[in-house]
């Protein structure tokens, strides 16, 4: 009886440690491998000869780095004024997930 308890505890421990784990934020989520594009924004602003990027990763939803802001993006583009906002959303059987904002503007 013990050790169908501690079975029992081991499977629930190791379901609920790996459940949600590196998801990105989309409008839709594939349960096995999702890869997609869509907008965030867009402003009334003419031009987008630039383009910056954010770039977050996550690998089993214990270890995220990065920095996916708006802010960051339009710095590494060298961006003042926004005309629109676009986002990447990657991820692979709740392994790993990689989120990148794409910041178009002048």
Known sequence: MKKIIGCLLLVVFSVG????????????????????????????????????????????????????????????GNITKIHHVDHDAMSFLWLYAKYTIRVYGE
Do not use: H, Q, R
């Open 17 to 76: 440690s790996f459940v949600g784990c590196a998801m990105v934020t989309a409008p839709v989520n594939g349960g096995v491998y999702t890869d997609l594009k869509a907008p965030v924004t867009a402003t009334s602003n003419t031009g987008s000869a630039k383009v910056g990027t954010g770039e977050c990763t996550s690998i089993l939803g214990w270890f995220a780095t990065g920095d996916c802001s708006i802010s960051a993006a339009m710095k590494n």
